[in-house]
Every structure is written in structure tokens, then in C-alpha cells.
């Protein structure tokens, strides 16, 4: 199996756990080629409603991150949200590593595919760290900026450093070991029921949206985090800002998020008690927050 391709796995959904998600478009972004995105298109009673583009976390797709979160939103924002590149079924494929820094531009080319010139990134995890990207490279195109369960630097601890140094050695042998390393990965992956929360609607879609990435793109993207590191520069970013942080995250130190919201500073913080996974955890939780700190940074 060539791993530089999306795995041909696609598990149904879930009836009704993508209900209120935007419909898919196809764009096509010069010198990119074509992507697929979740385009919401203005409230039909608010033309002129803000622009929110939403970006995902690491190894899963835009769906899995944001199936929560989709109906709460469209009823008072323009939502977009696509897969980042080698991630999920629609994420764009090819280029020999993988970029935060290109997952930033590609923010810029859908909204130059959609006509849109200002925008509110909401980043998470992952998403978070393009998100800061956007507004360091492309400040004039964004209006808002919407940090969740993400950090100034992934690296922060020995552990964290030790496992994304190796991911750095790891990614460029995926093709070789692909095959082997990927079943693994769906075997853990179904061993787990997907994400391992429970869910059975969640863990469902989880499991086909693994099948699905580039297992070079995504490991890079991992060796990518390794090397973020935002401390330097973002106290210099003039956009507004909210942080949502997850007080029992697991994965990126609560101290950490809280340090982003401290170096910004933001203009609003939202505290969750809820782990890594909050927005298809608990939504209940992280929804108010997530709309909350929409509301500070579009009205305020």
C-alpha cells in the first residue's frame, strides 16, 4: 500500500452526528489543486454574519473535531472547515514534509477561493498552532483569533520533547515501514473503539477518519509541533484574541495554555473542566466557552 495516499476505508457516519454540519464544497486553489471544505454560507436571517474558519487537531479531520460543535454555530456565524493536509479523507496530499506553515497559507487560499477577505480562525490542538501561523503571516486577512487546548510550544516537557524528536526520525522512514506501521495503527485504533471515549457515534467515525490520513503526513505533522515554538513572537500579534483551556487536558499542560493566554494576551479566557478531547467530550462544557469567546472577539 502506498502511504502517501488516503487509505480506502471510508466507514459510514453515524446517522445524525453530522446533522447540523455545513454542506461540502469543492474549491479549487491556485497552484494547489482541488479541496474539499465544509462551507455553512452566511445565516439566511445574516448576510453580513462574521466569518469563522475552524481548524482541527493533530491525526484527525475537521468532522471528528467539530461534529459537536457545527449546529451551535451556524446559526449566527458563516462556519468553513476542511481537513489539513494528509489528514483525514479530504486533506490535500503531496509535498515532501508537512508545514504548519503551509497549512497557515492554505487558511488564505480557501478564503481567497470563497471570496472572503476577513475571517476568525478558531484553532485547536494542532489547529491551534496554524491558527497562531495565520495571524503572524496574514494579519490583515484575519479579524479574530480563537486558541483552544493548544500552547505557545508543544515541546515544554522532557517526555513531550523525547516523543516528538522521535516522530522527526520516524516520518521519513513511513514509507518504507507504511504498511506495517499503519495496520498497526487501525489495529490499536480498534483495540481502542476508535477514540476510546465511550461515544459509540464518535469512536465509530473515528475509526474510518484513521483509515483515512497519509501516514507520512501525519507523522510529519507530529515532528512539526516538535519544532513550534511561538514564545518569541506572539506577544507581538495586535488581533483580537480568546483562549478556551482545558483544565484536566492531558495531553497539552493546562500551564501551557494558560501561558499562551498570558504572552497574547487575550481579551477573553474560558476555562473548561474537561480533558483534550472537549469538544466531542464534552460538549456541554465546551460549547458555551467556544461561543463565548466568539462573542468577545467578533463584538468586542
Same mark, same amino acid.
Given at each position: 500500500?502506498d502511504?502517501?495516499?488516503?487509505?480506502?476505508?471510508?466507514?459510514?457516519t453515524?446517522?445524525?452526528?453530522?446533522?447540523?454540519?455545513?454542506?461540502?464544497?469543492? @474549491?479549487?486553489?491556485?497552484?494547489?489543486?482541488? %479541496?474539499?471544505?465544509?462551507?455553512?454560507?452566511?445565516?439566511?436571517?445574516?448576510?453580513?454574519?462574521?466569518v469563522?474558519?475552524?481548524?482541527?487537531?493533530?491525526? !484527525?479531520?475537521?468532522?471528528?473535531?467539530?461534529?459537536?460543535?457545527?449546529?451551535?454555530?451556524?446559526?449566527?456565524?458563516?462556519?468553513?472547515?476542511?481537513?489539513?493536509?494528509?489528514?483525514?479523507?479530504?486533506? @490535500?496530499?503531496?509535498?515532501? #514534509?508537512?508545514?504548519?506553515?503551509?497549512?497557515? +497559507?492554505?487558511? !488564505?487560499?480557501v478564503?481567497?477561493?470563497?471570496?472572503i477577505?476577513?475571517?476568525?480562525?478558531?484553532?485547536?490542538? %494542532?489547529?491551534?498552532?496554524?491558527?497562531?501561523?495565520?495571524?503572524?503571516?496574514?494579519?490583515?486577512?484575519?479579524?479574530?483569533?480563537?486558541?483552544?487546548?493548544?500552547?505557545?510550544?508543544?515541546?515544554?516537557?522532557?517526555?513531550?520533547?523525547?516523543? %516528538?524528536?522521535?516522530?522527526?526520525? /520516524?516520518?521519513?522512514?513511513?514509507?518504507?515501514?507504511?504498511?506495517?506501521?499503519?495496520?498497526?495503527?487501525?489495529?490499536?485504533?480498534?483495540?481502542?473503539?476508535?477514540?476510546?471515549?465511550? +461515544?459509540?457515534?464518535?469512536?465509530? @467515525?473515528?475509526?474510518?477518519?484513521?483509515?483515512?490520513?497519509?501516514?507520512?503526513?501525519? %507523522?510529519?505533522?507530529?515532528?512539526?509541533?516538535?519544532?513550534?515554538?511561538? #514564545?518569541?513572537?506572539?506577544? +507581538?500579534?495586535? /488581533?483580537?484574541?480568546?483562549?478556551?483551556?482545558?483544565?484536566?487536558?492531558?495531553?497539552?499542560?493546562?500551564?501551557?495554555? #494558560?501561558?499562551l493566554?498570558?504572552?497574547?494576551?487575550?481579551?477573553?479566557?474560558?476555562?473548561?473542566?474537561?480533558?483534550?478531547?472537549?469538544? /466531542?467530550?464534552?460538549p456541554?462544557?465546551?460549547?458555551?466557552?467556544? #461561543?463565548?469567546a466568539?462573542?468577545?472577539?467578533?463584538?468586542?
Amino acid at each position: 500500500m502506498d502511504v502517501a495516499r488516503s487509505a480506502q476505508h471510508h466507514a459510514p457516519t453515524p446517522v445524525g452526528l453530522l446533522e447540523g454540519a455545513p454542506p461540502l464544497r469543492t @474549491l479549487d486553489l491556485t497552484g494547489l489543486g482541488s %479541496l474539499v471544505v465544509r462551507d455553512s454560507g452566511p445565516p439566511t436571517d445574516r448576510p453580513d454574519a462574521p466569518v469563522v474558519f475552524l481548524l482541527h487537531g493533530w491525526w !484527525v479531520d475537521a468532522d471528528l473535531n467539530w461534529c459537536r460543535s457545527f449546529g451551535s454555530l451556524t446559526d449566527r456565524f458563516r462556519v468553513v472547515a476542511w481537513d489539513h493536509r494528509g489528514h483525514g479523507r479530504h486533506g @490535500l496530499r503531496g509535498g515532501r #514534509r508537512f508545514r504548519l506553515e503551509d497549512c497557515a +497559507d492554505d487558511a !488564505v487560499a480557501v478564503a481567497d477561493a470563497l471570496g472572503i477577505e476577513t475571517f476568525t480562525v478558531v484553532g485547536y490542538s %494542532l489547529g491551534g498552532a496554524v491558527a497562531q501561523l495565520v495571524a503572524r503571516r496574514h494579519p490583515q486577512r484575519i479579524s479574530g483569533l480563537i486558541l483552544c487546548a493548544t500552547a505557545l510550544t508543544f515541546a515544554s516537557t522532557p517526555g513531550l520533547r523525547r516523543q %516528538l524528536r522521535m516522530l522527526r526520525l /520516524v516520518a521519513p522512514a513511513a514509507r518504507l515501514v507504511g504498511d506495517v506501521t499503519w495496520k498497526l495503527v487501525w489495529r490499536i485504533a480498534d483495540l481502542r473503539g476508535g477514540l476510546g471515549i465511550g +461515544d459509540d457515534d464518535v469512536d465509530c @467515525l473515528a475509526r474510518g477518519v484513521i483509515r483515512q490520513g497519509d501516514l507520512r503526513l501525519l %507523522l510529519g505533522a507530529g515532528a512539526a509541533l516538535g519544532g513550534f515554538d511561538a #514564545r518569541d513572537w506572539v506577544p +507581538d500579534l495586535t /488581533v483580537a484574541s480568546a483562549v478556551v483551556v482545558c483544565t484536566m487536558d492531558g495531553v497539552i499542560p493546562t500551564a501551557d495554555q #494558560r501561558r499562551l493566554a498570558e504572552a497574547l494576551p487575550a481579551l477573553h479566557v474560558e476555562e473548561v473542566a474537561a480533558d483534550h478531547l472537549a469538544c /466531542v467530550t464534552a460538549p456541554d462544557r465546551f460549547l458555551p466557552a467556544l #461561543r463565548r469567546a466568539l462573542d468577545a472577539v467578533t463584538e468586542g
